[in-house]
């Protein structure tokens, strides 16, 4: 925007041009362009049509010597100059000479309103864009729009918003007018009016992708992760991420209580399998969520024999009991128990573990190695707690039960 607003004031300057100002009771007619002002003029635009502008530049630098009071349209063609060439600051100076000069030279307001925008000054250049807005033929709302736009660089959202409101307000309001009032909104955290002018947005331009992912965004601030999810997917469908959109699309769908329908995103950030034990883990406990225990169980088994520890030993013990599988169960919880056994302090967990191995043995009806396992719980518990008695119980119900057995 900035770049093109400099650009198109170069059509703007003509030496036989009429007033650009709006006609207003205090607004000075343009000053009277003398014959040696016009020359010069002349002269450099012919050396800027052969795309000799540092050559326009020094015929000009060269004339200010003996002309210090030139015309406003010589500063403003210095101006131009000077900011083509990357010397904003010296632009700056050229371009408040021509408005010192004529403070309704149009032009040269908007041009000094962007120059002091890229100089870190958005509130002044707020205040010289609307200044070029009043000072139309006929109203130009892009001027209204730069004004609107600066003065939210500035972090002055409520002092925008009337502007934007009725930019918005009109017949066919264009994208960048509902764009930055939606930003205004949300500056100001009014995200159910900033909701609203998604919508239009939407409406107007639904294959734009940053509209959806502006749309998750905007869902995730109200944590509705299932409408993020939704808007993100379209945006990824328009145009799809890197892995780490991907990863934040999985993210959503977990987040919304839909963790099968994140397993692809997440495969898809992962280059299309499981490379780390992490992401092992991440699918088993995805697929456990999700309720899929065949596949729970096997990322559950593959994660605890990659890199096996109680907890991973002990998920896959779970699964196994909901799944009625009780002798993978008595294995996967024995597993768990004998790591446990090796950390000191967590004698009572080695227990549990083992108790659990136990009660999936029985039933199995492997009552030898439920009785293997309750004497293991018994042995690693604490004295006394719940997992020892409980471990007594059943101990001696297994033993009860061997007995009848062995009497037939």
Known sequence: MIGRALIAALALLLLAAPSLAAPAQDCPEEPRLNHS????????????????????????????????????????????????????????????????????????????????????????????????????????YNLLYEASVFLLGAGQAANA?????????????????????????????????????????????????????????????????????????????????????????????????????????????????????KQQDRLADLYTHGHDLEQAAAWSLKAAQTQPTARRWARAGRIYLEQKAYSQAHDAYRNAAKLEDKHQGKKDKGGRYWLLAGYAAWQNEQLSLAEAAFGNALHSAVKNSSTAKEAVRGLKAVREQRRQQAEG
């Open 37 to 140: 002002v016009h020359k010069v003029l002349f002269e450099a635009q012919q050396l800027m049509e052969k795309k000799q502008d540092a050559e326009a530049a020094r015929k000009l630098a060269q004339y200010a010597k003996d002309h210090p009071e030139a015309h406003p349209r010589f500063w403003f063609l210095r101006g131009v100059l000077a900011y083509q060439a990357k010397q904003r600051d010296e632009a700056g100076v050229y371009f408040a000479k021509a408005v010192e000069g004529w403070p309704c030279f149009q032009a040269a307001v908007r041009n000094l309103a962007v120059v002091r925008y890229e100089q870190g000054k958005p509130a002044e250049a707020s205040r010289l864009a609307y200044r070029a807005y009043l000072l139309s033929k006929t109203a130009d």
């Open 161 to 277: 918003l009337p502007w934007l409101e009725e930019l918005c307000a009109r017949p066919q309001p264009k994208k960048a007018w509902l764009t930055a009032q939606l930003r205004a909104y949300l500056d100001l955290k009014r995200n159910k009016r900033a909701a609203k002018v998604l919508e239009r947005l939407l409406a107007g331009w639904p294959e734009d992708a940053s509209l959806w992912r502006l749309g998750a965004s905007l869902a995730t601030m109200n944590k509705d992760y299932a409408g993020a999810a939704a808007s993100l997917a379209v945006a990824y469908h328009l145009q799809p991420p890197k892995e780490a959109g991907w990863r934040q699309l999985a993210d959503l769908y977990r987040a919304a209580g839909a963790p099968l329908a994140a397993i692809p995103f997440y495969l898809k950030a992962w280059g299309g399998e499981p490379k780390q034990i």
